[in-house]
């Protein structure tokens, strides 16, 4: 149980374009969802916390217009980068929690959006 | 603000070998801890969690101590096998509420060679 995708697992865009990377719960529904964005040999940096049906909270640092979050349902957040640009390629992880499944506070993380940007 | 420090990498071990991993913490009140663990081009997979002190948290030959009195959580296996070479991540979240931001720890690389 508790698994989460990520769709696309890696894509390759032009710059300027705009890229969706979805996130999904499979099998429990998630309150909250998280995106993380992972340097090389580096930690996650937190990006945002979405909860279903509000807007999302986005880090110190982290442009919102950038970034846009959207979190339809307990199941499914989406990620999109507008006007995307070299430095934007990075890792991309999601992850989710605090659903019926495991009401606590554990996490649990998609396998993660590799995103290049030519 | 919470934070978390773990012993800084790469660690490298043959097969066979005891792995620790040091983990401590600052934080308020009474968070939650846990170890991640990273293969190469994946997401995070949850090793392992306590959520008290003197838990235990255990996964596939993998185990840590919930240690409020040193604020540790160190990762320990008795014998690690090259399948275990990976990044592993520990964390701690501290909310209340709905809210369960993770604060996680730079992450140790460790290779196990055969």
């Known amino acids: 149980g508790a698994v989460v995708s990520q769709h696309p697992s890696w894509v390759i865009c032009k710059s300027g374009t705009s890229v969706k990377i979805e996130c999904r719960s499979l099998d429990f529904q998630a309150t909250t969802m998280f995106w993380y964005r992972q340097f090389p040999k580096q930690s996650l940096m937190l990006m945002a916390t979405s909860n279903e049906g509000s807007k999302a909270t986005y880090e110190q640092g982290v442009e919102k217009d950038k970034f846009l979050i959207n979190h339809a349902s307990l199941t499914l957040s989406t990620l999109t980068v507008t006007s995307a640009h070299p430095e934007d390629s990075s890792f991309y992880i999601c992850?989710?929690?605090?659903?019926?499944?495991?009401?606590?506070?554990?996490?649990?993380f998609g396998p993660g959006t590799r995103l290049t940007v030519l | 603000g919470d934070s978390v420090t773990q012993m800084e990498g790469p660690v490298t071990l043959s097969e066979e070998a005891f792995l620790t991993i040091n983990c401590t913490y600052t934080a308020t009140g009474y968070p939650s801890l846990f170890w991640y663990v990273q293969y190469p081009g994946e997401g995070l997979q949850l090793l392992l969690k306590a959520t008290k002190a003197d838990d235990k948290g255990s996964n596939k030959g993998f185990e840590a101590t919930y240690r409020k009195e040193t604020t540790s959580f160190h990762l320990e296996k008795g014998s690690v096998q090259v399948s275990d070479s990976a990044v592993y991540f520990c964390?701690?979240?501290?909310?209340?509420?709905?809210?369960?931001?993770?604060?996680f720890g730079k992450g140790t690389l460790l290779t196990v060679n055969p």
């Open positions: 992850s989710a929690g605090g659903g019926l499944a495991d009401p606590g506070d554990t996490q649990y």
């Open positions: 964390a701690l979240t501290n909310s209340g509420g709905s809210n369960y931001k993770l604060t």
